[in-house]
């Protein structure tokens, strides 16, 4: 079944023009669309299905600072801020909240690498916090356990994705701009060589500026424009118990499982890292680009089936645009989870956390996590075509680092100074091989 989600009412009239259309409203869609209409700009933000719909809301949840890539972690800073100052903003509650993340381990390895990365992100004025064993194993009471060791990241957090992308595409509105759902951009028309309009299942908005951040979709979208954009997408499976446990931390993570409360006082059970990787057109074409990732990862992946290929959302063939695309045809990425993993994911976290021992579970549900062959985004708008701007292969880290996303594309569009560095962010660094550039600091 799919994720919890809100639901909201948006318009159904496609404008004429629009300063910006933003194609794909998931997280990083509805925060560049919210930047942008806050900047100014007259904006239409469009989804072929629902408002977060797909990862968006199939997440942890986690807003996170702890382990990251050091290209990204001045981008996660300046998100928490940033998940505050929206909140503020819509006066709604989002779910966001500094609860602080906790890592526990009995592995010295694991424990070395993160002490490692405190050392680094220490010098970066990032607070992340060693646990002794006595100090891990307090921190971790609930799971009645002794540990070797942890970490505890007090300034880091969680949103809810149940609510958090209908939520931010209702503030788009409330700052003037438009967003329409069921209404899938099937590509984008030019005049001299630059953006001049996107052409959708209802019509054309001209418009001299287009950001996609079509999540999944968006490699295949580009190739439409004759832009190479190396994605692929491996098969996460998730689940929730039912709420009413006490004395579980907000966010906890271990090697065998990780546990997340909800807004609705549920709790998300995932394990990290572990996944199953459908074939698809895309990962089979651009599977030079990702041999390095799949090198260091090929321990937490499964072998998939043909889900991804059915659904198209890598398709390597041409679509007319004057006709149905793969978007209108797959609205929403609903994929089957695996139940093997799903029951080992449960198994894991009963044999961790006695007080889940008598809790139901309330849902499963599967998403596609779109990765680039570095694991760090893209964010680009300087392209082959002019007024084209990407946002996309989050790579699983998306959730939290959107609203600094999608600000830092506000400010390439409004000519703002940018809120981080952009060059480690662009499409380009996949013109060389990748072999030692996957996700480090």
Same mark, same amino acid.
């Given at each position: ?31 560049? /669309? !919210?930047?942008? /209409? ?13 408002? @977060?719909?797909? $990862? ?14 050091? =290209? ?25 909240? =500094?609860?602080?993340?906790? !890592?526990?381990?009995? +592995? ?22 060693? *646990? ?8 971790? #009471? ?27 595409? #209702? ?24 953006? +001049? @309009?996107?052409?959708?299942?209802? %019509? ?27 994605? &692929? +997408? ?11 446990? #006490? ?7 271990? &090697? ?13 059970? &995932? ?69 093997? *993993? ?24 599967? %998403? ?23 946002? &996309? ?8 680092? @959107?609203? %600094? ?21 662009? *499409?380009? =660094?996949?013109?060389?091989? $990748? ?7």
């Amino acid at each position: 079944m799919p994720a919890p989600l809100l639901k909201i009412e948006t318009s159904s009239n496609l404008p004429a023009d629009a300063d910006c259309v933003v194609i794909g409203a998931g997280i990083v869609g509805v925060c560049a /669309a !919210y930047w942008l /209409a806050r900047g100014g700009m007259r904006v239409v933000l469009l989804e072929k299905g629902r408002v @977060g719909a797909e $990862q968006s809301s199939r997440n942890w949840g986690w807003c996170r600072q702890q382990n990251r890539d050091a =290209r990204e972690l001045p981008l996660a800073t300046k998100s928490l801020a940033l998940w505050e100052e929206i909140m503020a903003d819509l006066g709604r509650k989002i779910g966001f909240q =500094r609860c602080g993340l906790l !890592y526990l381990s009995n +592995s010295p390895a694991e424990i070395e690498g993160w002490d490692k990365w405190g050392r680094f992100a220490r010098g970066e004025g990032i607070d992340t916090r060693i *646990l002794s064993a006595k100090e891990a194993t307090e921190r971790g #009471q609930a799971t009645g356990k002794n540990w070797l060791g942890g970490v505890w990241s007090p300034t880091d957090g969680i949103a809810d994705p149940s609510c958090a992308a209908p939520l931010i595409a #209702q503030g788009v509105v409330k700052h003037g701009g438009q967003v329409i759902q069921s209404c899938a951009a099937r590509g984008i028309e030019t005049t001299g060589g630059k953006v +001049s @309009g996107v052409v959708t299942e209802k %019509g054309i908005v001209k418009t001299p500026q287009v950001v996609m951040a079509g999540g999944a979709w968006a490699s295949s979208f580009m190739y439409q424009s004759g832009i190479s954009f190396p994605q &692929a +997408s491996v098969r996460s499976s998730i689940m929730s118990i039912g709420p009413g446990v #006490q004395g579980l931390p907000a966010a906890l993570h271990t &090697a065998k499982v990780s546990v997340t409360r909800r807004g609705d006082g549920a709790y998300t059970l &995932a394990i990290s890292g572990r996944a199953n990787l459908d074939i698809t057109p895309g990962a089979l074409l651009g599977a030079k680009h990702f041999l390095p990732m799949f090198a260091k990862r090929w321990r937490a992946l499964s072998p998939g089936g043909l889900q991804a290929w059915n659904a198209g959302f890598e398709t390597r063939k041409k679509w007319s645009l004057d006709a149905e695309s793969p978007m209108e045809r797959t609205r929403i990425l609903d994929p089957r989870p695996s139940k093997r *993993l799903i029951n080992e994911t449960l198994s894991n976290a009963r044999k961790l956390l006695p007080a889940l021992e008598n809790v139901g579970v309330q849902a499963s549900w599967a %998403g596609y996590i779109d990765s680039t062959p570095d694991g760090v985004p893209v964010i680009d708008s300087n392209l082959s075509i002019p007024g084209l701007t990407l946002a &996309a292969g989050l790579s699983g880290h998306g959730f939290g680092i @959107g609203p %600094g996303v999608g600000h830092l594309i506000a400010d390439m569009l409004l000519d703002r100074t940018p809120i981080t560095e952009i060059r480690q962010y662009k *499409l380009e =660094r996949f013109d060389h091989a $990748q072999w030692g550039k996957v996700a480090g600091f």
